[in-house]
């Protein structure tokens, strides 16, 4: 399985290096690209315990790339509507993963409780979900974060970290950093609920500030 994923990854990275794109959206693309090596070291770590020290690592580039292409887009003026799709669905991809692979028995521990397993599943599905509804519509979609949703993101990955290395850090610091992640999880999950079934309700001057509106929820 691993040289499956070494001979494709093999083969993004040179599409990624011949494609006349940004450099912020390549930065992107090489996140999602790491994530199936993520989930590989995590499924191994039952093998051996530096798996998950590799998978640590591997997290760690994940959320600086999502840190740098952000960051290149902006200092270099070259924000796409490729790269304002790419970035959410690589978030979208690394959360979804990881929630599946360390509450699955595939993973040695520690685990993701369930009630965390379910709020955070629900929250992604029921984004994904009215981001594709309203793609259908003549609603002009921004995908781009707000505060509360980069916040989320952010601390899930962080909270991944946690759990991850959950074997030599204190229990109460993963209990802790689980509730926080579950606590804005339900704030952003409300907000997008607010928003979406908003937008379904017929009214003057909504779909003016769609655009706007849409950004500060996912």
Known sequence: MFNIF??????????VRETH????????????????????????TVNAEWWRYLAASLLFLVGIGDVVDGYLAKKMNEV????ALLDPIADKFVVIALCLVLYSHYWV?????????AVI?????????????????????????????RVNNNGQQIMYGFVILGHVMPEISVRLIQYGVGITTVISFL??????FGILKPRQGVKSDVSRSMQEVT
């Open 191 to 196: 907000a997008y609920m607010w928003l979406f």
């Open 109 to 117: 521990g520690p685990h993701l409780p369930f009630w965390l397993f």
């Open 121 to 149: 599943l629900a929250r992604e599905a029921f984004v994904v979900t009215g981001f594709l509804s309203l793609s259908f519509t003549n609603v002009q979609i921004d995908p781009w974060p707000c505060l509360i949703g």
């Open 21 to 44: 794109m940004t450099l912020a959206n390549k930065v992107t693309i090489l996140r999602i690209v790491l994530v199936p090596f993520l989930v590989i070291c995590l499924w191994e």
């Open 80 to 83: 796409t509507k490729l790269g």
């Open 6 to 15: 070494y001979v494709f990854s093999g083969q993004i990275l040179n599409f």
